[in-house]
C-alpha cells in the first residue's frame, strides 16, 4: 500500500495504461456485440418469440412451399405465421449517399399481429388490431403515392414525435410510400424494447408494396405452451426435417448464422483491439521492473530479514493485481462510454458488407464486463509475474552489490532465440487453415503473428546495441550526441522494453497499415477495371449488402428505353443458402462469360470447353470468397437452390470482388429472373451513346423518375472509396491508441531512466552543459529508442503485412490482394512519432536538469 | 592551493556548490575575476563551469555510459574544441595520470583510484582556472589516497591552477599551502 502513496503518479500511470489496453478491448465487443444483435427475433416480432423457424435455402418461400409446410406438419396443432422482410428508405433522408440509413421493414401475418392484444389494459392495442385486419389498409395518398397501415416502435415515436393517425414517407423498392401510423408498439407490453428503425406491416401489404405477391422469406412456427410442446414441437421438426427445399431452426440458430456471417470481421477487430492493452503490458512490466529495481534496497532489507522470497514475490504480485483491478475498473467505464461511439462505426460497417444492423448504442454486458476486467487482470498479472520472480529469486547480498543497476529486463535482449522464434512463426504461417461448420479459421496465421511479436520483442531491444556503432560517427560532433548516443551501448531494462513496446506498436499497426494500403490499391484496380459505365442507376437508399431495396422491371425499362443509353446492364441479387452456408446469387449481363469485359479474373474462362464439361449446362462464374469458402474450382457443377428448385450450373472461371465475403456465383441474368419469377434490379449499369452528357441524362431522368438515384460513374468511384475508408476507421481509431500508449510508455521510460540518472546531469552541470544541451541530449536519446523501434517495427510491419495480406486475409475472407507498400504513411508515422518524442522527453531532460546537485546526495 | 576543514554539516560542500555555481548562495555575494556570479545568467554560469571552473568529487561522478577515454574528452566537446585538437589533449593527459592503457574501459571496470585518476584528467582537460575538489581521496584506500594527492599535487601546481580542497584528512590538507576551517558555516581563516 506504501508504493501507491508515495509514488501517486506512477500508480496512475500504470493504472491509465492498464484502463486505456481495457477500454480499447471493452468497447469492441460490446460494439461487435451491439451491431450484431442489431435485429433479434424479439425485434423483429410483435410479442410472442417463434418456436421454430423454417429458412429457404433459396431465400424465398412461394405460397405453394407454404401449402407442403402445412401438409408436411399434418395435424401438429401449431400457428404457421410466413414473415416477409425488406429495406426501406426514409423519403426525409436528403442525399445519394450510398449508405443512407435504412428501416427494416417487417410483414407479419394475422397471427402474428394478434399479439398487440395480448396486454392492453387501455383497449387502444385492441382497436389498432382490428383497424389492421379489418380495413383494407391498401389507399391511395393524397398525391397518387400507395398507403399502407404501419406499426412503428415506442422508439421512432419518441425520436420523431409521431403518434397514431400521423403519416410518414418511404421509399420501398422505387416507389414512394405512404405509410399510416395504426399503433406506437409500447415497450413494456412486450417486454422487449424495438429500435427505432424497425417498422411492421400487414404481410399482404408488403408484398402488395413490393409488387410480389405470394411472397415471404421465412416461416415461424408458434407451439401451445404446456407439457407437451417439446414433444409436438420434436414432432414437428421430424415430419420437417430431410425436405431440400427448407431448413428448420430455433431462433438461436437463426442467429448464430447471422452471427457467423460477421464472424471473421468481428475476429479481427477483437484482436486489432487487443493491440493496445499488449502494449500496454511491455509497459506495466516495464514499470514493475522499474519499481523493483528502485526498491531493490528495501527489498534485500526485508530478506536479510528472514522475509521468505514467496511473501516478497505474493507483495509484487499482489502490488500488480491492484493496478490490473484499480486500471481494469477505469477502463470498463472509458470503454463503455467508447462504445457509445465505436457501434455507430461498427454498426455502419456491419450494414455496408454484411447484414442490417440496427445498433444506435451499446448496452453494458456483465459477461462481456468479467471478459474484459479479467483480461486486465490477468495481463496486468503476467506483466508483474517476471519483475516480481526477479525480486524474490536474486540473493540479498547480489540485490545490495548490484544496486540500482540492471533488472530483470535487461536479460530481453536474446536475438538468437527471437530468430529461433520467428523461423517457428515462419512454418506456422504455411499452415494449412482450420476448418470449422461457418467456413476457415486462419489459425496458422494467428499463430505466426504471435510467434513473430513475440521474436521481435526479443530481438529489438539487441537492436539498440546495434544502433550505437551506427551512431559513433556523429558522436565526435557534439557532446549533446555523445552523451545521448553513448546510452545505447549499456542500455537499462526500461530502454529495452520501450524499445521492445514500440516495435511491437509500430510493427501491428504498421503491419494493419500495410494490409490496408494494399486493400485500398486492390480495390482502386478493381474499380477501374469493374466500373466503366457512364451511369449507375439504383433505387434509392440501395448501395449496400444489407439493402433490400430493388428497382421494378417497368422503371429500368424505362430507363433503358432512354435515346441517349446505348446500353443497360441490369444487376440483380438474391441471397441463397449453398451447403447451408449464406452467400449470394447475382446476374450475370451475358450468357457467356468470356463475354463479361469489365470483369477482373483471377481465373479467365476458357474460350474452349474442356473434354469433361458439359457445354449445354448453363455456366457460372464463382468469385475468389465464393471459391475459397466451398472449395471449388473450373469445371466443378453446383446445385444452386432456386424457388424453381436445385439448378446446377458449370463453374467456368473465377473473378475478383471485394464487395463481400461470403462469395457470389454469378449466372446469366436471364436463367436468374427466371429461376426466382423477379425481374427486379438492384442496379443498372448505363453506358451512353458517343456524346451524350452523363449529368444532362442523369437529370433527365430524375426529372421524371422518383424513388431512384443515379450516380455518374467518378460520383460512384467515390463513394465506393469512401465506404472503404469508413469500414477501416475503428481500424485506424485502434492503432493510434496503440502508439500512442507506445509514446506515453517510452516518456515515461525516460522519466524513470533520468530520474534515476539525476546525478549524471548534475556532472554535466558542473562540467558547463547547458540545460538547453541536457534536455537535448534526451531528446536525442528519446530520438535514437524511437527510431530502433520504428526500424524493428518496420521490419515486423512488413512481415505482419505480408502475414495478414497473403494468409490471413486470404484464408479468411478469400481475397487475393496485391501487396502495396504504404511508404507514404509510415513517413508519417515516423514523423509523428518523432515529433511526440521530442515533445515529451525534451521537457523531461530540461525538468531533470533544473533539478539541485545537494538534494541528491 | 587551500584547504578547507570542518566537521560533518559544517557547509564545506555548499560552499563548493555555490563557488561552482551549481547552488545558489540565499545571501552575500559571490564574485569571480570581479564579476558577480550571483548577478550571472544560467548561461554564464555554465560558461565559466565550461572553461575556468573544474571540480572533482569523493565518488567520481563519471558518466558511466561513456569509457575513460570519452569522460576525459567530454568537457572538449562541450566547448566544440575540434576533434583533431580534442584528441591530441586528451592523449597527453591519459599519458600524465597514466591511464593510456585503460582508456577503453567503462567506470564500473576500473578500480577506485583509477576512477578518481580520470575524474582528475577530466577536470585538467579544459586547463581551467581553479579546481575544485570535495574530499577526493574520501573513498579511496590510503596507499591510493596517497597516490591521487601526489597525482593531484604534481600535475595542478605544475599548471599554475588553483585548487580548493575540501577534506576531513589531515594528509590530504598537507599538500595545501593554506588551511581554512569551516565551523556552522563560518569560514574561520
Known amino acids: 500500500?506504501?508504493?501507491?502513496?508515495?509514488?501517486?503518479?506512477?500508480?496512475?500511470?500504470?493504472?491509465?495504461?492498464?484502463?486505456?489496453?481495457?477500454?480499447?478491448?471493452?468497447?469492441?465487443?460490446?460494439?461487435?456485440?451491439?451491431?450484431?444483435?442489431?435485429?433479434?427475433?424479439?425485434?423483429?416480432?410483435?410479442?410472442?418469440?417463434?418456436?421454430?423457424?423454417?429458412?429457404?435455402?433459396?431465400?424465398?418461400?412461394?405460397?405453394?412451399?407454404?401449402?407442403?409446410?402445412?401438409?408436411?406438419?399434418?395435424?401438429?396443432?401449431?400457428?404457421?405465421?410466413?414473415?416477409?422482410?425488406?429495406?426501406?428508405?426514409?423519403?426525409?433522408?436528403?442525399?445519394?449517399?450510398?449508405?443512407?440509413?435504412?428501416?427494416?421493414?417487417?410483414?407479419?401475418?394475422?397471427?402474428?399481429?394478434?399479439?398487440?392484444?395480448?396486454?392492453?389494459?387501455?383497449?387502444?392495442?385492441?382497436?389498432?388490431?382490428?383497424?389492421?385486419?379489418?380495413?383494407?389498409?391498401?389507399?391511395?395518398?393524397?398525391?397518387?403515392?400507395?398507403?399502407?397501415?404501419?406499426?412503428?416502435?415506442?422508439?421512432?415515436?419518441?425520436?420523431?414525435?409521431?403518434?397514431?393517425?400521423?403519416?410518414?414517407?418511404?421509399?420501398?423498392?422505387?416507389?414512394?410510400?405512404?405509410?399510416?401510423?395504426?399503433?406506437?408498439?409500447?415497450?413494456?407490453?412486450?417486454?422487449?424494447?424495438?429500435?427505432?428503425?424497425?417498422?411492421?406491416?400487414?404481410?399482404?401489404?408488403?408484398?402488395?408494396?413490393?409488387?410480389?405477391?405470394?411472397?415471404?422469406?421465412?416461416?415461424?412456427?408458434?407451439?401451445?405452451?404446456?407439457?407437451?410442446?417439446?414433444?409436438?414441437?420434436?414432432?414437428?421438426?421430424?415430419?420437417?426435417?430431410?425436405?431440400?427445399?427448407?431448413?428448420?431452426?430455433?431462433p438461436q440458430t437463426s442467429l448464430n448464422s447471422n452471427a457467423s456471417v460477421t464472424r471473421a470481421f468481428r475476429l479481427n477487430l477483437t484482436i486489432l483491439s487487443m493491440l493496445a492493452l499488449v502494449v500496454g503490458m511491455y509497459l506495466i512490466m516495464q514499470g514493475m521492473d522499474a519499481?523493483?529495481?528502485?526498491?531493490?534496497?528495501?527489498?534485500?532489507?526485508?530478506?536479510?530479514?528472514?522475509?521468505?522470497?514467496?511473501?516478497?514475490?505474493?507483495?509484487?504480485?499482489?502490488?500488480?493485481?491492484?493496478?490490473?483491478?484499480?486500471?481494469?475498473?477505469?477502463?470498463?467505464?472509458?470503454?463503455?462510454?467508447?462504445?457509445?461511439?465505436?457501434?455507430?462505426?461498427?454498426?455502419?460497417?456491419v450494414n455496408a458488407l454484411y447484414l442490417q444492423s440496427a445498433s444506435e448504442s451499446a448496452d453494458w454486458n456483465h459477461s462481456e464486463a468479467v471478459l474484459a476486467l479479467s483480461l486486465g487482470c490477468m495481463a496486468s498479472l503476467a506483466a508483474g509475474w517476471f519483475p516480481a520472480r526477479e525480486s524474490a529469486e536474486t540473493q540479498p547480498a547480489e540485490i545490495f552489490k548490484q544496486g540500482r543497476q540492471g533488472g530483470f529486463m535487461t536479460a530481453l535482449n536474446k536475438p538468437l532465440l527471437g530468430a529461433g522464434i520467428a523461423i517457428m512463426g515462419w512454418v506456422a504461417a504455411y499452415m494449412p487453415p482450420y476448418p470449422d461448420e461457418h467456413g476457415w479459421i486462419p489459425l496458422g496465421g494467428y499463430t505466426a503473428a504471435f510467434l513473430w511479436v513475440l521474436a521481435a520483442t526479443l530481438i529489438a531491444p539487441a537492436g539498440l546495441r546495434w544502433m550505437a556503432p551506427l551512431l559513433q560517427p556523429l558522436t565526435g560532433y557534439h557532446a549533446v550526441f555523445m552523451y545521448a548516443f553513448s546510452q545505447l551501448r549499456r542500455p537499462t531494462g526500461r530502454h529495452l522494453l520501450s524499445v521492445a513496446a514500440l516495435t511491437v506498436a509500430v510493427g501491428m499497426a504498421g503491419g494493419m497499415t500495410f494490409m490496408i494500403h494494399s486493400f485500398e490499391t486492390t480495390m482502386i484496380h478493381w474499380i477501374s477495371q469493374s466500373l466503366n459505365a457512364d451511369l449507375y442507376v439504383a433505387s434509392q437508399g440501395f448501395g449496400s449488402a444489407s439493402s433490400q431495396n430493388r428497382m421494378s422491371k417497368a422503371t429500368w425499362q424505362s430507363i433503358s428505353n432512354h435515346t441517349d443509353i446505348k446500353r443497360a446492364d441490369v444487376g440483380q441479387i438474391f441471397p441463397i443458402d449453398y451447403q447451408g452456408r449464406k452467400t449470394f446469387l447475382t446476374s450475370m449481363p451475358v450468357s457467356n462469360p468470356l463475354d463479361w469485359e469489365y470483369a477482373l479474373w483471377i481465373q479467365k474462362p476458357s474460350s474452349s470447353p474442356s473434354a469433361s464439361s458439359n457445354t449445354n449446362m448453363p455456366v457460372a462464374v464463382v468469385n475468389e470468397s465464393f471459391q475459397s469458402r466451398f472449395d471449388v474450382k473450373i469445371d466443378d457443377l453446383i446445385k444452386i437452390p432456386t424457388p424453381k428448385g436445385y439448378k446446377t450450373v458449370r463453374i467456368a472461371g473465377v473473378f475478383a470482388e471485394y464487395g463481400n465475403e461470403q462469395g457470389t456465383v454469378a449466372v446469366d441474368r436471364n436463367l436468374v429472373s427466371d429461376w426466382f419469377q423477379d425481374e427486379r434490379a438492384v442496379n443498372i449499369?448505363?453506358?451512353?451513346?458517343?456524346?451524350?452528357?452523363?449529368?444532362?441524362?442523369?437529370?433527365?431522368?430524375?426529372?421524371?423518375?422518383?424513388?431512384?438515384?443515379?450516380?455518374?460513374?467518378?460520383?460512384?468511384?467515390?463513394?465506393?472509396?469512401?465506404?472503404?475508408?469508413?469500414?477501416?476507421?475503428?481500424?485506424?481509431?485502434?492503432?493510434?491508441?496503440?502508439?500512442?500508449?507506445?509514446?506515453?510508455?517510452?516518456?515515461?521510460?525516460?522519466?524513470?531512466?533520468?530520474?534515476?540518472?539525476?546525478?549524471?546531469?548534475?556532472?554535466?552541470?558542473?562540467?558547463?552543459?547547458?540545460?538547453?544541451?541536457?534536455?537535448?541530449?534526451?531528446?536525442?536519446?528519446?530520438?535514437?529508442?524511437?527510431?530502433?523501434?520504428?526500424?524493428?517495427?518496420?521490419?515486423?510491419?512488413?512481415?505482419?503485412?505480408?502475414?495478414?495480406?497473403?494468409?490471413?486475409?486470404?484464408?479468411?475472407?478469400?481475397?487475393?490482394?496485391?501487396?502495396?507498400?504504404?511508404?507514404?504513411?509510415?513517413?508519417?508515422?515516423?514523423?509523428?512519432?518523432?515529433?511526440?518524442?521530442?515533445?515529451?522527453?525534451?521537457?523531461?531532460?530540461?525538468?531533470?536538469?533544473?533539478?539541485?546537485?545537494?538534494?541528491?546526495? | 592551493m587551500t584547504a578547507i576543514m570542518g566537521p560533518s554539516g559544517s557547509g564545506k560542500s555548499t560552499l563548493l556548490h555555490c563557488l561552482g555555481g551549481v547552488d545558489k548562495a540565499d545571501s552575500g555575494r559571490l564574485f569571480f575575476r570581479e564579476r558577480d556570479m550571483m548577478q550571472m545568467l544560467p548561461s554564464e554560469i555554465a560558461g565559466l563551469r565550461r572553461t575556468q571552473i573544474a571540480s572533482i568529487f569523493q565518488f567520481f561522478y563519471l558518466l558511466p555510459t561513456l569509457t575513460v577515454e570519452e569522460n576525459i574528452e567530454f568537457p572538449l566537446q562541450i566547448q566544440s574544441i575540434p576533434q583533431d585538437k580534442r584528441r591530441d589533449s586528451v592523449a597527453s593527459i591519459l599519458k600524465q595520470v597514466g591511464m593510456t592503457n585503460r582508456k577503453q574501459a567503462f567506470p564500473n571496470q576500473l578500480s577506485g583510484g583509477e576512477q578518481q585518476r580520470t575524474a582528475i584528467a577530466r577536470a585538467l582537460i579544459t586547463s581551467p582556472k581553479v579546481i575544485l575538489a570535495d574530499e577526493p581521496t574520501g573513498n579511496l584506500d590510503s596507499q591510493n589516497g596517497r597516490l591521487i594527492l601526489d597525482l593531484m599535487q604534481n600535475l595542478i601546481c605544475a599548471k599554475g591552477i588553483a585548487l580548493l580542497l575540501v577534506t576531513h584528512s589531515q594528509e590530504a590538507s598537507a599538500i595545501c599551502n593554506t588551511t581554512w576551517k569551516m565551523q556552522d558555516g563560518n569560514l574561520i581563516v
Open chain 1, 1 to 250: 500500500m506504501r508504493h501507491w502513496t508515495r509514488h501517486p503518479l506512477s500508480t496512475l500511470a500504470f493504472c491509465s495504461i492498464i484502463a486505456v489496453g481495457v477500454a480499447a478491448f471493452f468497447s469492441i465487443r460490446l460494439a461487435n456485440r451491439a451491431a450484431i444483435s442489431g435485429f433479434t427475433y424479439f425485434d423483429r416480432t410483435l410479442g410472442l418469440r417463434p418456436d421454430l423457424v423454417l429458412t429457404c435455402p433459396s431465400g424465398q418461400f412461394s405460397e405453394e412451399d407454404l401449402y407442403s409446410i402445412q401438409n408436411q406438419l399434418d395435424s401438429i396443432p401449431c400457428v404457421m405465421a410466413p414473415v416477409l422482410e425488406t429495406t426501406a428508405t426514409d423519403a426525409a433522408q436528403k442525399g445519394d449517399s450510398l449508405n443512407l440509413h435504412q428501416f427494416l421493414v417487417v410483414g407479419l401475418d394475422t397471427f402474428a399481429m394478434s399479439n398487440l392484444i395480448y396486454y392492453d389494459p387501455d383497449s387502444s392495442n385492441e382497436s389498432a388490431y382490428h383497424a389492421w385486419k379489418e380495413s383494407s389498409h391498401h389507399s391511395q395518398g393524397e398525391t397518387g403515392e400507395a398507403s399502407y397501415g404501419v406499426v412503428v416502435s415506442q422508439a421512432l415515436a419518441n425520436k420523431r414525435n409521431l403518434k397514431t393517425g400521423d403519416q410518414m414517407e418511404v421509399i420501398i423498392d422505387d416507389r414512394n410510400t405512404i405509410l399510416s401510423i395504426l399503433h406506437v408498439s409500447r415497450d413494456e407490453v412486450f417486454k422487449v424494447s424495438h429500435p427505432s428503425t424497425i417498422l411492421f406491416m400487414n404481410i399482404v401489404d408488403l408484398q402488395r408494396a413490393m409488387q410480389q405477391t405470394g411472397l415471404s422469406h421465412r416461416v415461424e412456427l408458434y407451439f401451445p405452451p404446456g407439457r407437451d410442446k417439446s414433444i409436438l414441437m420434436d414432432k414437428a421438426q421430424g415430419n420437417l426435417e430431410n425436405n431440400q427445399r427448407w431448413t428448420v431452426d430455433t
Open chain 1, 685 to 857: 449499369a448505363v453506358y451512353l451513346n458517343p456524346g451524350a452528357d452523363p449529368e444532362e441524362v442523369r437529370n433527365e431522368i430524375l426529372s421524371r423518375q422518383t424513388g431512384i438515384s443515379i450516380r455518374t460513374n467518378r460520383v460512384l468511384r467515390e463513394e465506393v472509396l469512401e465506404i472503404f475508408h469508413q469500414t477501416f476507421s475503428v481500424t485506424h481509431v485502434l492503432q493510434w491508441i496503440a502508439i500512442a500508449v507506445a509514446i506515453a510508455g517510452l516518456t515515461m521510460a525516460m522519466i524513470t531512466s533520468l530520474v534515476e540518472r539525476q546525478l549524471e546531469f548534475q556532472v554535466m552541470k558542473n562540467l558547463g552543459m547547458t540545460r538547453f544541451g541536457m534536455a537535448m541530449a534526451t531528446g536525442m536519446e528519446g530520438l535514437a529508442c524511437a527510431w530502433t523501434g520504428f526500424i524493428f517495427g518496420t521490419i515486423l510491419s512488413a512481415c505482419l503485412g505480408w502475414l495478414l495480406v497473403v494468409v490471413i486475409n486470404k484464408q479468411a475472407f478469400g481475397w487475393t490482394l496485391q501487396s502495396a507498400i504504404p511508404w507514404k504513411d509510415h513517413v508519417s508515422l515516423l514523423v509523428i512519432l518523432s515529433l511526440f518524442v521530442l515533445a515529451s522527453t525534451i521537457p523531461v531532460g530540461w525538468w531533470v536538469s533544473t533539478k539541485r546537485m545537494h538534494k541528491e546526495e
Open chain 1, 291 to 349: 519499481a523493483i529495481v528502485r526498491g531493490r534496497m528495501e527489498i534485500a532489507t526485508l530478506r536479510s530479514l528472514g522475509i521468505t522470497p514467496g511473501a516478497v514475490k505474493t507483495a509484487w504480485l499482489l502490488e500488480s493485481l491492484w493496478y490490473g483491478l484499480l486500471g481494469s475498473g477505469g477502463g470498463l467505464i472509458l470503454g463503455w462510454a467508447g462504445a457509445q461511439g465505436a457501434v455507430r462505426l461498427v454498426a455502419s460497417t
